[in-house]
């Protein structure tokens, strides 16, 4: 398996979206199952929410105020839960 880095301008994924991010790209195995796999140097910078029984994942932006926070959590629990 070979790895490759890159510099991108843009990344959106789940919603969310960083500028001028670091990434490293892998050829994985079709058997793998996978398009793609989100990393830490995407997903640090939010709010992880998984919901393993029902398959879903969310994200809120990391550096939002508490009321923003609520808000997103009400909206996050109509949408996913």
Do not use: C
């Amino acid at each position: 398996m070979t790895s490759t880095g890159y510099k991108l301008p843009r990344l959106q994924a789940l919603g969310q979206s960083l500028d001028d991010l670091e990434v490293i790209t892998l050829n994985l195995p079709s058997a793998a199952g996978v398009h793609g796999l989100l990393g830490l140097s995407f997903l640090r910078h939010f709010k992880l929410f998984i919901n393993f029984p029902k398959g879903k994942l969310a994200l809120l932006p990391g550096d939002s105020s508490v009321f923003r926070q609520i808000v997103g959590l009400l909206e996050l629990a109509r949408v996913y839960w």
